[in-house]
């Protein structure tokens, strides 16, 4: 009688757990038949549960009662397995299966009313070699229609389970294996029960055996699926990688072609602008060398004139194509307190000759601050005061209008004009290089895309707020500060006093700039010329003073850079007085002596009175070997 409870509890228990199991299990719509199979392992474990009276020491009644609960819970049992088989086939119950469930379930309803399918007449059923005496209760008629309808509901899941298993389907060896064991366990235990045959009832532990038998198949496909899961996720995860590495390479392909590209329109923009003042330089020069020896002097002042003005116009090009480099290089760190006014007042100062006859109003706060760079801000003003200024040409009453104010932590400075403001088809593109409304030789459309540069490196911005037939405003942005203590310096005066009598010495590895800067210069200076910094040095050995040096600064011995590191052993005053050129730095250890070296750095093209101007700021004793210059 123990070992009979033991069992029952047992498989109770067993069954409890692979309900709950299945149940948590249920919530992945990859497995729908789990939340069936849930209720199939619930139904045996009730089954065996109240089934467990049989070998009890209770009272006849108890044990009708238990016996009458078990059988409900028989019943459910088959219509669980009925919903498992279907949603293991994905298919809703035919309509055989449904009256199958309707009969099941009000069978057991009603075999909750005491007496309709159990008696309580109790009849004990011994197994004396296992020593085990179970008490029976007797069917009524209605009981015995039960019990043949289980066997009827039984055969019909087998045949179900049968043709599952002849189209294929491999799981379904376990289940019919069930189905065939239950219905022999069946037959045993009604021949057991009949005293025909001396053995344990044993349909609640098979019972609990086909659903742990299927659980088991459950657990299996889980572990498998995960394993075909796990390799179909590492298949996965190296085809993301092949793609990914495929879809980099395209990237790269896609940015260096948009480089190309970008390269290619600069290219072409820059040949575009230079090439036709070139060409004026060049048939000039032409003109001039097979001019007749009669030919005027009125003439040829005109055509020399002509040529500097169109290489003034080169001059511009590269320099605007340089402040564009030099935007990108300004670090936020050098930014420092500046006074909007005064930087007006230059940038005013700077395009008097563009803007000629035209008014000009300015509205801004002598104590507007901003964080920024004086140059760069400048620089920004006067491309967008020209801009105006040109808008403006053969315009009635054209004026123009530059404001500033502060909003929040920001302050702007915009500049307006009455004009016939921008193309709308150009909008979009106002700030590329080389977009211009302007006609052929007024402008190279560099200005904006230089000016937007030069605001981001100030950790600003520039915008076009407004255009239309009434004219165009453009507003530039800053972070504000507290006024600046010191006003800015007055500009230099842009003609420098004649510093003569002192000793320059032009470094340059190209002949020719040396010759055209020591010839020109020689008006000045005493010049000594050398085409690289070991020359430099032998100039230095044999020249009792050097005052001052015209550095350039890339050259294939180091340049710049060597000579400043060498020059002191023999001068220390050198280094300090040592004036960078440069056509414009294009390695980045160039770029950054550069950089730190902007007070005393000439850039290519520059003039006679530009190299004056900064001699006399790093030789302060200029002065005293001022004498008259050389006709």
Wanted: net charge negative.
């Amino acid at each position: 009688m123990v070992l009979a409870g033991v069992v029952g509890a047992a498989g109770a228990a067993v069954g409890l757990l692979l309900a709950a199991f299945s149940l948590g299990m249920a919530r992945s719509q990859a497995w729908p038949e789990r939340r069936p199979f849930a209720m199939v392992a619930a139904t045996a474990a009730g089954y065996c549960a109240f089934d467990l009276v049989l070998v009890l020491d209770v009272s006849a009644s108890t044990v009708a009662a238990g016996v009458q609960v078990a059988l409900v819970f028989g019943l459910l049992h088959g219509v669980a397995w009925l919903h498992y088989l279907a949603a293991a086939e994905r298919r809703p119950l035919d309509r055989t299966e449904r009256w199958l469930r309707v009969t099941a379930v009000a069978i057991a309803l009603l075999g909750l009313v005491p007496g309709w399918l159990i008696t309580r007449e109790i009849v004990p059923i011994e197994i004396d070699w296992l020593g085990v005496t179970y008490w029976t209760p007797q069917p009524t008629s209605a009981g015995l229609a039960a019990y043949g309808f289980c066997a009827i509901a039984l055969s019909v899941v087998g045949v179900r389970v049968w043709r599952r298993r002849s189209l294929g389907d491999w799981r379904a060896q376990v289940p019919l294996a069930g189905v065939v064991a239950l219905g022999a366990l069946a037959v045993n235990d009604t021949l057991s029960s009949a005293g025909l045959l001396s053995m344990p009832l044993l349909l609640d532990s098979g019972a609990m055996v086909v659903v742990v038998a299927t659980g088991i198949l459950h657990q299996w496909r889980f572990g498998h699926e995960v394993r075909v899961l796990e390799l179909s996720s590492a298949g996965l995860e190296r085809e993301v990688a092949r793609r990914s590495q495929e879809l980099l390479e395209a990237q790269a392909e896609l940015a260096r072609t948009e480089r190309l590209a970008s390269v290619g329109r600069l290219a072409s923009g820059v040949a575009h602008e230079i090439n036709n003042p070139l060409l004026v330089v060049m048939h000039v020069l032409e003109r001039l060398q097979q001019a007749e020896p009669g030919s005027s002097d009125v003439t040829r002042s005109a055509s020399v004139e002509t040529a500097h003005s169109a290489a003034r116009r080169i001059a511009r090009i590269a320099r605007q194509l340089l402040d564009a480099g030099r935007a990108t290089a300004t670090e936020p760190s050098r930014l420092g307190p500046i006074l909007v006014a005064p930087v007006v007042g230059q940038a005013l100062l700077a395009t008097r000759d563009a803007v000629g006859e035209i008014p000009v109003a300015v509205t801004v706060d002598g104590d507007l601050a901003v964080a920024g760079d004086a140059g760069l801000l400048e620089q920004v003003l006067i491309n967008l005061i020209t801009n105006a200024a040109h808008a403006l040409e053969d315009w009635p009453d054209g004026r123009i209008d530059i404001r500033a104010d502060r909003e929040g932590t920001r302050v702007w400075v915009s500049v307006a004009d009455n004009g016939p403001g921008i193309d709308e088809t150009i909008h979009d593109r106002l700030f590329e290089p080389f977009v211009t409304t302007k006609p052929v030789g007024k402008g190279s459309g560099l200005g904006l895309a230089v000016s937007v540069g030069l605001m981001r490196s100030q950790n600003g911005s520039l915008r076009l707020v407004a255009t239309s037939s009434e004219g165009t405003e453009l507003r530039l942005e800053l972070e504000g500060v507290p006024p600046a203590p010191v006003p800015l310096d007055a500009p230099e005066t842009a003609a420098a006093a004649e510093v003569t009598g002192l000793c320059l010495l032009v470094i340059d590895d190209e002949r020719d700039v040396r010759d055209v800067l020591g010839s020109r210069l020689a008006r000045y200076f005493e010049v000594e010329t050398a085409g690289s910094v070991a020359e430099a040095m032998a100039v230095l050995g044999r020249r009792p003073r050097v005052d001052v040096a015209l550095c350039d600064l890339m050259m294939p011995d180091g340049g710049a850079r060597t000579w400043l590191e060498v020059c002191g052993e023999v001068d220390m005053r050198l280094p300090e007085r040592t004036l960078l050129m440069t056509g414009g730095p294009t390695t980045p250890e160039a770029a950054a002596l550069a950089e730190t070296n902007q007070e005393r750095l000439l850039i290519k093209p520059f003039s006679a009175d530009d190299i004056l101007e900064m001699v006399r700021r790093v030789v302060p004793d200029a002065a005293r070997h001022r004498k008259a210059p050389r006709r």
